[in-house]
């Protein structure tokens, strides 16, 4: 099985992409969805609280 890696400019790419989504997801929120999120992650760092979204969306119903 051929299996082709991204180039370094692909992955900064989807990197930063997730980055700008994190940060305006991040805006959107009210100071309790923060500080929800935040717990939820448990960390301060918004980036944590980011991932922590995602890994929950990503949760079959």
Known sequence: MLVIEPTKQA???LISTDAAAGMHWYNGLTKPER???RRVAGSAV?????RA?????TLPD
């Open 11 to 13: 992955r900064k790419a």
């Open 35 to 37: 500080l929800h999120w």
């Open 46 to 50: 918004q980036a944590d609280a980011w």
């Open 53 to 57: 979204f995602q890994a929950r969306a």
